[in-house]
């Protein structure tokens, strides 16, 4: 069975820092594309970071850009998001996803089939 569950998520001030993880089982992690998604309250789904395999390759949405980190430990099966000078806008469900490796580095959620549960990130201010 496949699981991916993500734990970090919290309340914080703006330009804060929070750190996400997810950790992944059921499956060959370390030959998976990963990336991380949120979704604030009536807004889709959108991607936030993508990476590669062995996290050569690393991808991120304009508006975290410079700001946040995704990484991974393929030794421990885990998925990081590393969020500094955290904005109100920044305030969503995160969860993150295998991604396929036709759109390894992208981050669309088009094809997207496994989830994580979502962690509540908010940043207040």
């Known amino acids: 069975q496949v699981q991916l569950v993500e734990s970090g998520g919290g309340s914080v001030q703006t330009g804060g820092s929070l750190r996400l993880s997810c950790a992944a089982s059921?499956?060959?992690?370390?030959?998976?594309?990963m990336g991380w998604f949120h979704q604030a309250p009536g807004k889709e789904r959108e991607g936030v970071a993508s990476i590669s395999t062995r996290g050569t390759y690393n991808n991120y949405a304009d508006s975290v850009k410079g700001r946040f980190t995704i990484s991974r430990d393929n030794t421990k099966n885990t998925l990081y998001l590393q969020m500094n000078t955290l904005k109100p806008e920044d305030t969503a469900v995160y969860f993150c996803?295998?991604?396929?490796?036709?759109?390894?580095?992208?981050?669309?959620?088009?094809?997207?089939?496994?989830w994580g549960q979502g962690t509540q990130v908010t940043v207040s201010s």
């Open positions: 996803a295998r991604r396929p490796l036709a759109s390894c580095t992208g981050l669309a959620a088009e094809g997207i089939d496994y």
């Open positions: 059921g499956y060959t992690y370390s030959t998976s594309c």
